[in-house]
Structures are given as structure tokens and as C-alpha cells.
DNA sequence: GTGTTTGCAAAGTGTTTGCAATTTA
DNA sequence: TAAATTGCAAACACTTTGCAAACAC
């Protein structure tokens, strides 16, 4: 999928004007992180969890910088962050307005499917506040 | 409120009965810590925080144990948990279904009032599955 | 060249664990 | 006395940071 180094022109033509857009300097490891994160279907991605992928994939990348890249992307309106338990935050490349499953049993989380709305009447939020943002986990386990 | 010590058997007697129906003994640390939990209006506290509580006073609890205790309270339903962001978990006194206004801005966690219904239709889970709980987590921020 | 980004390893944060000593029943 | 619970300190997982070297423009 990606070669391997220094080839930071020619091919990620889109990704590099997606990171641009966003006030991020298209390098080597943000365009390979957003070719893993971005060129394909949606992902629900944790840190460590990509970190491997760019490993697999011949990606010279620290997690440190997997963790910058992340929230930069983040900040960038490029993921959205879910929190769903104590040290388990994934990043969504589905930004649309949407919902989780999340799976107690093995951690897994899903999209709820567009068509299965949850009509939400929006409550009053306290004074001089603002609503930011609707979260909603529905969680999940297997049938006995 | 709590004197100091060693009154374990005598003015916590409701307090006594619901550990004992929760299965667990009650021990000077935990009767100490249900009663600032559950005496009182509903709280949202984390485990540092109940931490403090407990020094401020005067009872003589560890860390580990307000965290083993918090943990046990959950599972035996005294107490509800909700992770709002990574490392920031709350422990909600109030069991009874509802949801939450989270604060972007210092990190406060506030019921959603009763009569501010948020009529959710509950997705169908996948396959296999079935909904343990949904969690609405409504994220504000002060009004520019 | 100048300012940005990266990698590393070290420091942080919040939480859990192992085990001897203590407490409950 | 037997079994459960506690406290401590060490271990932990996950994340952030400081800074010199590498890179983008």
C-alpha cells in the first residue's frame, strides 16, 4: 500500500491537499498514517492499534508521533475521539453525526447504522453553556 | 459528620444493611466511605477526589481501597460509573436511569434533569447481542 | 535558512496488584 | 480461627513532554 520511504510527492496527491486544508504539513508520517487511516472504510482506531498497522505496513513512525498525528488530526476536524471505558479512546474516521455500539465483552466498537436513527430531543443546556456535542454509547453484550 | 474511628456497629445502622445486602462486609473504610457517598444528595465523585474527602475527614482509608471500594460499590449497583474522557472516570450515587451534561471546559459532570426527557429509540443491537445500558453523555462549553 | 516536525527516552497520570498485617465474623 | 479486607509500595497501561536531530518549505 504505501512503498516505503521518501516518496512524499507524487501519489497522495489528495491526502496531502486533505492535510494542507487542515494547516498540517503534509510529512512522510502524517501522509502515511492518513493513507492507513483515511483510504479505505471507516475505522475505529486506537493509538497503539494504528501504531501496529504502520509497523505491518513498513511505516517508519514513533507513537509518539502516532499520538500527535491523532489529535492534530483531531483538532483538524479529520477524526472524531470516542471515549468509551478508562484508558479505551478510539478515533473514528467517520465524522458524520452518528453513534456507538460499544461491546463489553472483547472492546470492540461499531457504528450504529445510519438508518436505525436515535431520535434525540436535545435538553436545555445549563445556563450560559452550550451544546458541543451528543454522545451516545449503547452498550452491548453477547446473549447468554 | 463522621467522628473519627472505631464506630463501626452503631450509627450507620442503615448503612451496615446495605452493604450487607450488597454482599460486602462492612468494614470501618467502607461504611466510612458509603456515608460520604450515600448520605447526602447524589454525587458525582472520582476516585481521587473521595480520596480527599476521606483524608479532609479524618478517616483513615488508602488509595487502593477507595479504589477497590468504588469498584465494588459498582458491581453491586450502589453506584453507576461513566467515562466522560480518557482518565476521567466518575462514579454517579444516582442508579436511576439518566443521563448527563458533561462540561468541556473544567471537566464537571451534571445529571440531565428528569423532565428534560431525551427520547431515544433504541437501536437494534447486531446479532448475537443485547443492550446493557445506554449512555448519553451531552458535551457543553461556556457561550463564547 | 527558518520554523516545523519527529523520535527517543524520560516523566506523568490514573489505576491495579502482590503480599504481609489487620480486621471481621 | 478462618476468611475477607486493608495498606503499602511497586507495577501497570496509556499518554504526554523535552529536546536535539531531521525535515519541509
Known amino acids: ?36 487511516l483515511f483510504e479505505g472504510d471507516n475505522r475505529h482506531v486506537c493509538a497503539e492499534n494504528l501504531f ?26 479529520l477524526l472524531r475521539e470516542v471515549t468509551v471505558a478508562p484508558g479505551r479512546s478510539y478515533f473514528d474516521t467517520n465524522i458524520t453525526d452518528h453513534h456507538h455500539f460499544y461491546h463489553e465483552d472483547d472492546g470492540s466498537l461499531v457504528d450504529i447504522p445510519d438508518d436505525d436513527v436515535i431520535s434525540t430531543h436535545l435538553p436545555v443546556p445549563p445556563e450560559g453553556t452550550k451544546i458541543a456535542r451528543v454522545d451516545i454509547v449503547v452498550r452491548i453484550e453477547s446473549k447468554k
Open 1 to 36: 500500500m504505501i512503498e516505503s520511504g521518501r516518496d512524499t510527492g507524487r501519489q497522495f496527491a489528495s491526502l496531502v491537499k486533505q492535510l494542507r486544508r487542515a494547516g498540517l504539513r503534509p510529512t512522510r508520517q502524517r501522509l502515511a498514517l492518513a493513507s492507513l
Open 52 to 77: 501496529d498497522d504502520a509497523q505491518a505496513g513498513n511505516i517508519r513512525v514513533s507513537l509518539a508521533t502516532v499520538y500527535n498525528s491523532l489529535h492534530q488530526f483531531t483538532e483538524a476536524g
